[in-house]
């Protein structure tokens, strides 16, 4: 079993910052790729960003330039370091992870339970 934890959300005003965490734990072999995806209220989920093992990363347009994905392969953990932050960032941000299963050598499309972001006007 694996699982994938956020943490790291808030309440933050506009122009802050906030650094989002991603933590993978269980009967992990490897992870592949992970992203940050978000859901504003009335919104359908969206993709935030991706960063592939190797650590190359690509950005949704709304937020290039202002968020930064990273990750720790040694920790099995990513990052999601948010800048410049708008009121319309304000949704559930969730971690997603490609993970191959050390038990079934599967691969797995994990997905967390999500953090708040709320950005103040």
């Known amino acids: 079993q694996v699982q994938v934890v956020e943490s790291g959300g808030g309440l933050v005003r506009a122009g802050g910052s906030l650094r989002l965490s991603c933590a993978a734990s269980g009967s992990i072999f490897s992870i592949n790729s992970m992203a940050w995806y978000r859901q504003a209220p009335g919104n359908e989920r969206e993709l935030v960003g991706h960063?592939?093992?190797?650590?190359?990363?690509n950005y949704a347009d709304s937020v290039k330039g202002r968020f930064t994905i990273s990750r720790d392969n040694a920790k099995n953990t990513m990052y999601l370091q948010m800048n410049s932050l708008k009121p319309d960032d304000t949704a559930v941000y969730y971690c997603?992870?490609?993970?191959?299963?050390?038990?079934?050598?599967?691969?797995?499309?994990?997905w967390g339970q999500g953090t708040q972001v709320t950005v103040s006007s």
């Open positions: 997603n992870a490609y993970i191959r299963d050390s038990s079934t050598f599967r691969y797995r499309s994990t």
């Open positions: 960063i592939t093992p190797g650590g190359s990363s």
